[in-house]
């Protein structure tokens, strides 16, 4: 094997279109490391180049025991090329396929704290991982855990991700749905592998990656504890703070550590690199106490919490009867006879004038305003004593005609609105002038006033299409759409395999999967063999066309 720099290269250990990853050595340290490569040859793919120098750039940023460490980064001839601390051990993923999938509660526990300072120091330098899963969480034969792979990870806190890229299963909502990303992401993604490490199984699961993302972003998750018995139920709040819907309610993974260190006895989370080495050098034998002692249910800050609401409600109660009594009092309210009142020859009885206590929504806004009893507002508002003149015909009369003139209204001007439904096929989430409705069939009709509204249509694996709603008298009650219709679908058939780009950006097709849904319009699509070569092929997709492209890697190209 060749040598870049004082690395002596040994292993090649994964290949790409651009370039390789191989184990080595560095001849001065002697010290095994990890090196990834990206050469310049042909036509240079430019973003692809711009991932690789942002990834340097994303490792040079960080300086964190949870976080792989970045020794160089350097150019010899056509190559670029970045040298990472090697680490022996496993990764998450292997530790989970040697243990039945299922992981002891301490030892999800002190992992999974682990991830989060190393994901707390990435986040506080502005960078979202975009791609956390086991196979990126490494684990050492010392017992240290360390976050790597940074091919996909995203700088600065509020960006939209290039596209649905990330692994099936560990995307959150908003990156399937294409808004915008940030650290939450990254949050929703490591309570899937929390939940994957207490259960064996993630909690959106589905016999096809659209199915597995529909169900990310709409189904609800199953407690652990629904799933495997000996789960606290610590663990359920944790995995719905982590797997919200809405990344504004996820907590940031400070907050999380901030809990674990309120509610997790401290003797826990201590000497976490022992208790990981004592679990990975016989996983059979590892026994822990029960976990029950290790949660601080903090019983006595919810019993003083209570106390203190308690206290609280006693204290507006009896500001409230004070506040009645000296109305009732100060008003001078009492039971009257029935009254009478003469005009023009007719005599009108009166029900009885019967004092009411005030109701709790005045006594509230009684209290806010801290009017003095005896204030000239108040005499005004609840002085109600009878006048013991009679009122003549005219006075009533106009009295009538100013409660006639008041009920009198210009006619407000009428807004034109719609119920609409709104219909797909296939099914996909609506999002009407920004706001989201829900995914189709509508359970309901949508109110829709008159004009035009911006229809959004996003569907998993679907490029979003937007549409302009004329709401008008005339318009039809139900809307269809036919996704289909706006899409062209490309089958890639190639034999024995290759790595593909698409204009540019590497396409990671899942097992058993050979199409893609695009956009109509022009592409340049790149197959690369390591051993075969590369092919090239131009492509312009219509609306409403399936096109399939069959590749020989074997066949010669002049």
């Not at 998450?92 to 243990?99: G, I, T, V």
């Not at 995914?439 to 302009?468: C, D, I, Y």
């Not at 204009?503 to 340049?524: F, H, M, R, T, V």
């Amino acid at each position: 094997m060749r040598k870049i720099a004082n690395k002596q290269l040994f292993a090649e250990m994964k290949r790409t279109q651009f370039g390789a990853t191989y184990r080595g050595i560095d001849l001065d340290s002697q010290q095994l490391v990890l090196v990834k490569t990206f050469r310049r040859h042909g036509n240079v793919d430019e973003a692809a180049e711009a991932r690789f120098e942002r990834e340097a750039q994303i490792y040079a940023k960080i300086s964190h025991p949870n976080v792989v460490r970045l020794l160089e980064y350097g150019i010899e001839d056509e190559l670029k090329y970045l040298v990472l601390e090697y680490i022996e051990g496993l990764t998450l993923r292997q530790l989970l396929k040697a243990n039945t999938s299922t992981l002891p509660l301490q030892i999800a526990l002190v992992l999974f704290r682990d991830i989060l300072q190393g994901l707390a120091a990435l986040h506080h330098n502005q960078i979202v991982h975009h791609d956390l899963k086991p196979e990126n969480i490494l684990i050492s034969r010392e017992g240290m855990v360390k976050i790597c792979d940074f091919d996909l990870a995203i700088a600065g806190e509020k960006s939209h991700s290039s596209g649905l890229t990330g692994t099936h299963g560990y995307l959150a909502p908003e990156v399937i749905l294409g808004e915008k990303v940030n650290s939450a992401a990254d949050m929703f993604s490591a309570g899937i592998v929390l939940y994957e490490m207490l259960t064996g199984t993630r909690p959106f699961e589905a016999n096809s990656s659209g199915g597995t993302m529909m169900a990310t972003v709409q189904m609800p998750h199953l407690p652990p504890s629904k799933v495997r018995a000996d789960i606290h139920p610590f663990f359920d709040e944790l995995s719905a703070a982590l797997l919200e819907k809405k990344s504004e309610l996820r907590p940031g993974s400070n907050d999380v550590l901030s809990g674990l260190q309120r509610r997790i006895v401290p003797a826990l989370l201590q000497k976490n690199a022992d208790v990981i080495c004592a679990y990975l050098a016989a996983p059979q034998k590892f026994v822990q106490d029960h976990f029950d002692q290790f949660v601080q249910q903090q019983q006595s800050d919810k019993v003083a919490a209570h106390r203190t609401r308690r206290r609280l409600r006693v204290a507006l109660a009896a500001v409230a009867m004070a506040v009645v009594s000296a109305f009732w009092i100060t008003s001078g309210w009492q039971i009257k006879p029935e009254q009478t009142i003469q005009a023009s020859g007719n005599t009108k009885q009166l029900a009885p004038a019967i004092a009411k206590p005030l109701s709790p929504d005045s006594i509230a806004a009684f209290v806010g305003e801290n009017k003095p009893l005896d204030s000239p507002t108040l005499a005004t508002q609840t002085h109600t004593e009878p006048s013991t003149n009679t009122p003549n015909s005219e006075a009533i009369q106009a009295v009538d005609e100013k409660r006639s003139a008041a009920l009198i209204r210009e006619p407000a001007s009428v807004v034109l609105k719609r119920n609409v439904v709104i219909q797909s096929q296939p099914w996909a989430f609506i999002f009407v002038d920004g706001d989201s409705i829900g995914p189709t069939p509508m359970r309901q009709p949508l109110v829709l006033e008159q004009g035009f509204h911006e229809l959004l249509l996003k569907k998993p694996l679907f490029p979003n299409l937007a549409f302009s709603i004329d709401v008008n008298a005339g318009m039809p009650d139900t809307l269809h759409y036919s996704l289909w219709e706006h899409v062209t679908t490309l089958e890639l058939q190639v034999t024995p395999w290759a790595e593909v780009a698409i204009n540019g950006l590497p396409q990671a097709l899942q097992d058993g999967e050979s199409e893609l849904i695009l956009s109509p319009g022009k592409y340049e699509i790149s197959f690369e063999h390591p051993m075969l070569g590369q092919r090239n092929e131009t492509l312009f997709l219509q609306p409403g066309e399936r096109r399939v492209v069959s590749v020989n890697m074997f066949t010669q190209t002049n």
